[in-house]
């Protein structure tokens, strides 16, 4: 069975930066197309950003594009997720995801997910 757990939240003010990490455990039977995505209560999940195995690829969703970078170190199986020049509406709580069909901005396309990590950004 794999699992995601993710790390790296916290309260932070506008304009600071955060890094967000991703263990993954288990059999994941190689390595995957992995993602964050980000959900504030009562609202949907959003996509963040994705990439693929090798790193290689990697795309950003409209809200954090030019303000986040994604990496992966896949030789001790975990994701990271920069944030920088945050803002009041990007708090949340962020999960990794591993891919297993579909479009990928969409949740359902997703397999495994972790059980979040909360990121507050205050002015």
């Known amino acids: 069975q794999v699992q995601l757990a993710e790390s790296g939240g916290g309260s932070v003010q506008v304009a600071g930066s955060l890094r967000l990490s991703c263990e993954v455990s288990?059999?994941?039977?190689?390595?995957?197309?992995m993602a964050w995505f980000r959900q504030v209560e009562g609202k949907e999940r959003e996509f963040v950003a994705f990439?693929?195995?090798?790193?290689?690829?990697?795309h950003y969703g409209s809200s954090v594009n030019g303000r986040a970078s994604v990496s992966r170190d896949n030789v001790h199986y975990k994701l990271f997720l920069q944030l920088n020049n945050l803002r009041v509406e990007d708090t949340a709580v962020y999960y990794c995801?591993?891919?297993?069909?579909?479009?990928?901005?969409?949740?359902?396309?997703?397999?495994?997910w972790g059980p979040g990590t909360q990121v507050t950004v205050s002015s």
């Open positions: 990439t693929d195995w090798t790193g290689g690829r990697v």
């Open positions: 995801a591993m891919y297993n069909n579909g479009t990928y901005h969409l949740p359902g396309a997703w397999k495994y």
């Open positions: 288990g059999r994941a039977g190689g390595y995957h197309t």
